[in-house]
């Protein structure tokens, strides 16, 4: 058995919950402090692909990163190349698909710090840069941990999103989820039972160590 996809979808998920991580948490962190009147709408944008069907949200990343699309001619002017059915694609993709799982669970962890320990860094005349560091995300761990765990699961699991803008490319795009389609579409059902199995036990184990990993930060905190 051929166990590329598996290989590239770790990759696929790393990559993809970094970035989120750096990108998420400033998002988060100001939708969790901001007044603005657009924090709400903003907010539902982020949250969008929770309710969006993932068919739908992918022909519209396709159209976007295309060769016709505004992201795939610039795309074509740096490289040569659009982005749709390529490797970056596919991580552009996840990262709008799986952002609220990432922001989310930040935003609450923000929320939850409150004030009082922004007051005392300010007190010290901390910076906020500095505050932001080394009091606000070390407080925030467990949000964190949820963020990254929930985010890089989700990746794993993709499958809508990465098929429309993806397709079915071996060793470019052929994600783990996409094999498993392949093989029950060839009746190889003990090959699609390996694969999924393994995605299932996967799932259970990420899962069960972010329960115990929460619980232990919140008596470490206590």
Not at 164 to 178: A, D, H, Q, R, Y
Not at 187 to 209: C, H, K, P, R
Request: charge should be neutral; hydrophobic fraction near 55%.
């Amino acid at each position: 058995m051929d166990y590329t996809p598996v290989w590239l979808t770790l990759k696929l998920a790393s990559i993809t919950t970094l970035v989120l991580l750096v990108i998420g948490a400033p998002i988060a962190w100001w939708l969790a402090r901001t007044r603005c009147w657009c924090k709400q709408p903003i907010s539902a944008l982020v949250a969008l692909p929770l309710v969006l069907p993932p068919t739908v949200l992918g022909f519209y990343l396709l159209l976007a990163l295309g060769a016709n699309g505004p992201l795939g001619k610039l795309s074509m002017e740096l490289t040569g190349e659009p982005l749709a059915f390529t490797f970056t694609g596919l991580v552009i993709g996840s990262v709008i698909y799986s952002m609220p799982f990432v922001i989310q669970p930040l935003q609450n962890a923000f929320e939850a710090i409150g004030d009082r320990p922004l007051e005392v860094a300010a007190t010290l005349r901390a910076s906020r840069w500095d505050t932001f560091f080394s009091v606000v995300l070390p407080l925030a761990r467990p949000g964190l941990l949820t963020g990254a765990t929930l985010g890089f699961a989700h990746t794993v699991g993709e499958f809508g999103v990465i098929l429309m803008i993806g397709g079915n490319i071996p060793g470019e795009t052929k994600v783990l989820s996409v094999a498993i389609y392949d093989h029950v579409e060839m009746l190889e059902y003990d090959q699609a039972n390996i694969l999924a199995g393994g995605m299932l036990v996967f799932a259970f184990l990420v899962l069960l160590i972010m329960h115990l990993l929460n619980k232990r930060l919140q008596k470490v905190g206590q």
